[in-house]
């Protein structure tokens, strides 16, 4: 049965019936698909059918089999666990989900994972890993990354020194943690 939900749950959301969609996605959750497990974490993560609700998107991604699967699952667990949201803050959890090279290919968690590098976040501080990861996410076009870093028009800036050296001097004069 949970199987059968989870397939009128996807046709549901082709034809764009997204509240219709989340029910039958959520009753083959409810049954213990772990397929239906992901749907219904990512119906709450993004906000599909429902309210997007982070710490009922983590409930139900985070689950052992989700995870070591799904890039969506390390990605959102990751997430939360760097901010306690659902599931108990873990900063060395939350770093090494979001490192998986799936999850790492977006620029939106190459900057995160920048952040995380710079703070000392989960893993040790390493400004040249930083400035590599934050450099990767603006080139990539993530909106935070290049403003955290000075591109103007989508640009890099010519630095005066590399951009390690910067950013350990910026680390000095604003050590305000984002996790």
């Not at 764009?16 to 009753?27: D, I, L, N, P, S």
């Not at 969506?72 to 939350?94: D, F, P």
């Not at 403003?147 to 950013?167: A, C, D, H, T």
């Amino acid at each position: 049965m949970a199987v059968k939900y989870l397939g009128e749950g996807t046709e549901l959301m082709e034809k764009k019936e997204t509240e219709r969609a989340f029910e039958k996605v959520k009753k083959s959750a409810e049954a213990g698909l772990p397929e239906g497990r992901l749907a219904l974490g990512r119906c709450y993560a993004e906000g599909i059918g429902c309210v997007q609700d982070m710490e009922l998107a983590c409930k139900w991604l985070n689950h052992p089999e989700l995870i070591k699967k799904y890039p969506l699952a390390k990605s959102v667990v990751g997430m939360c666990s760097l901010r306690g949201i659902g599931t108990a803050k873990n900063l060395q959890r939350g770093f090494e989900l979001l490192s998986d090279p799936e999850v790492a290919k977006s620029p939106e968690f190459l900057t995160i994972l920048g952040l995380c590098h710079l703070q000392g976040a989960g893993t040790p501080q390493d400004f040249d890993k930083a400035a590599e990861c934050l450099q990767k996410a603006a080139d990539g076009g993530n909106e935070e990354a290049q403003n955290f870093l000075g591109y103007e028009n989508g640009k890099r800036p010519e630095w005066p020194v590399p951009l390690p050296q910067i950013l350990r001097s910026y680390w000095k004069e604003n050590p305000t943690p984002c996790f």
